[in-house]
Every structure is written in C-alpha cells, then in structure tokens.
C-alpha cells in the first residue's frame, strides 16, 4: 500500500513549523565488537573443527613409534537470510507536500528499520544461547557447563574425551569475583584431544544495565567495594585488554559475556550489501523505495565466546 496523502494530511497544510519523530539516532554497527565479518558468494557457508593429535608418548628404545589419527569434530553452517523492506508514495503527495522531500526522510527511516533487525539479528545467539533456542554445530547450547543442570547443556564435549565449558555451572553476576572465576575458567580450555590452548579474554559485552559495573570492575585502580587498599588485579594485569562494550540489543539485564581471542569463534557471513534501488509505476505514477541484503550470524567455535546469564 503507497503512502498516500490522507496519511500526510498536516504536511499539506500551511502553518506546520515542524516534522519531528524521524531524527532519532541509532546505536551505531554494535555486533563489530563481537563478530568477524566475511564475504560470502554462496547460499551458505559451512566450517568445520578438526582434531588434531594427543600429547606424544614416550618411544622406547628399539620399538616402534605410535601413530594417531585425526578427524572431523562438528560442522558450523551458516544460513543466509534475506532482509528487504520496501515503501511506495502516490504521485499526488509527492506533487503536494509543501515542506519537505518526502523521499529523503522516508529514505533514512527504512535504512534505519535494516539496521535494527540486523543488530536483533546479531544480538540473538548471546540471548538466547543459555537455552535450546540457540545451539552450536557440537548440538548443545551455545553457553554449557559440565554439571550445570541445563538441558542442552553438559559441557561442550571433546573427542577425545572430556568437556569445555563457557559458563559458570552457577549462574552468577557480574563482579570481580565473577570475573576472575570466568578468566581461569577460559586458561583451563583444551582442544579436542585434551592438549592445553592459549586461550584468553579480549573483551567484556555487558547489556546498558551493567555498563557502571563493568567501568567500576575494569578501570578502578584499587579492588571494589572493598575497605583494603588491595591492587585491582583484573586492571593491573591487562586481563581484559579491549575493555568493555555496551549492546544495547541484549534482553538480559544480568547477563554478561567475554569475546576470547580463539579464532573462528562468531562469524557474520555477508552475502550481499545492503542495496537500495527506486522505480516508477507508470500506471498509478506511484514511486516506489527498497532495501535489500543478504547475510548471517552464527558461531563455529563456541569457544569464542564465554556467558553468565546473571543470577536472576
């Protein structure tokens, strides 16, 4: 249906002194802070973890070497989806509004409706990754623990044996205690075949509701909430070494994430830019706007990323 000019009535008025409601600014691109962006040219994308091998054993004298083998983990797809949203304006309230370029200001507000669902978009896995509404290529929750209690959960099972977890097996929130147990927890990560990784925090993602915590927690010189004089650890020694970010997308006010430096974590797969045509309808005469792009959000790593879903 075209925006007509019953739907503009004031804007074809004299004696109107302002158009207001669409000079809203908008949290700019937050799902940057959290994903690795890749092209795409395919209808999907597919990533798999490999195992590699066990620690080496001990060769006695004159026998022979052991051999192992290594295969395939769990494959990570990636689905595109296509985001498109349109409107059309009569040629007759393009003839008669007297105050503004309809088409401009239109233009700007569907440009900015992409971007929110992108961000929703981008936002889904942390929200809804403490449940079976989101699950990794492994087929559990996207945040486990070993023990948890949590139905898709149990650890992020290794073929070799044994679990990861990327969450606390009691839900807790954000503070300095939280916070230490989260970065021991990430040290403790192995591979597949049970060997040690370098894994390490890079940066905090907490929802608007944590932002002062987070600042607290990482910039204060000395331990918070505390009457001792006790150095803030988590600062002095760079534990968290981009910080915090704030995203605005997140549902949970209590729940809070570590973005780890493991590679092939979260990924955004653009398939196509975002592109925005025009045409005329030479029967009606009626103008008519679209944008359109193709991308996905997912994980293939779960290890790239730790979450608490808070206490409450």
């Known amino acids: 249906m075209a925006i007509s000019r019953a739907q503009m009535l004031k804007e074809l008025l004299p004696g109107l002194n302002a158009l207001f409601g669409l000079e809203y600014e908008k949290y700019q691109d937050e799902h940057k802070a959290i994903y ?3 092209a795409s040219d395919r209808s999907f994308e597919e990533e798999v973890k490999l195992s590699g091998f066990a620690a080496a054993p001990v060769k006695d004298e004159g026998s022979a070497l052991s051999y192992d083998s290594a295969q395939e983990a769990f494959t990570a797809r990636y689905n595109h989806e296509t ?3 349109g409107f059309a304006i009569t040629e007759e309230a393009m003839e008669d509004n007297l105050y503004d370029s309809l088409s401009g200001r239109y233009t700007k507000a569907l440009a900015r409706a992409m971007a929110y669902t992108k961000q929703v978009k981008a936002a889904f896995p942390l929200n809804n990754g403490f449940s079976n509404s989101y699950q990794t290529g492994d087929g559990v929750n996207l945040f486990t623990a070993d023990g948890d ?12 044996g044994g679990k990861n977890s990327n969450r606390p ?16 927890a990430i040290a403790g990560w192995t591979d597949e075949r049970g060997l040690l990784i370098a ?13 002062f915590v987070a600042t607290r927690i990482l910039e204060s010189e000395g331990r918070v909430g505390t009457a001792d004089n006790d150095l803030n650890a988590v600062k002095a ?7 915090y970010s704030v995203n605005h997308y997140l549902t949970d006010t209590n729940a809070w994430f570590l973005v780890t ?9 653009e398939r196509t830019p975002l592109d925005t045509s025009m045409d005329g309808d030479f029967d009606t005469g009626n103008v008519r706007y679209k944008a359109r792009e193709r991308y996905s959000f997912g994980v ?3 290890l790239g990323l730790f979450g608490s879903p808070g206490s409450s």
Request: negative net charge.
């Open 199 to 211: 894994a390490r925090p890079k940066k905090l993602i907490v929802p608007p509701n944590l932002m």
């Open 237 to 243: 020694n760079g534990t968290i070494p981009e910080g």
């Open 36 to 38: 690795e962006t890749e």
């Open 149 to 160: 209690g949590v139905t898709g959960g149990d650890g992020h099972v290794l073929v070799g």
């Open 83 to 85: 985001i498109a949203m």
């Open 261 to 269: 430096d493991i590679p092939n974590g979260l990924k955004h797969f």
């Open 300 to 302: 293939s790593d779960p």
């Open 169 to 184: 097996a009691t839900a807790s929130d954000l503070n300095e205690t939280s916070l230490e147990a989260a970065v021991i």
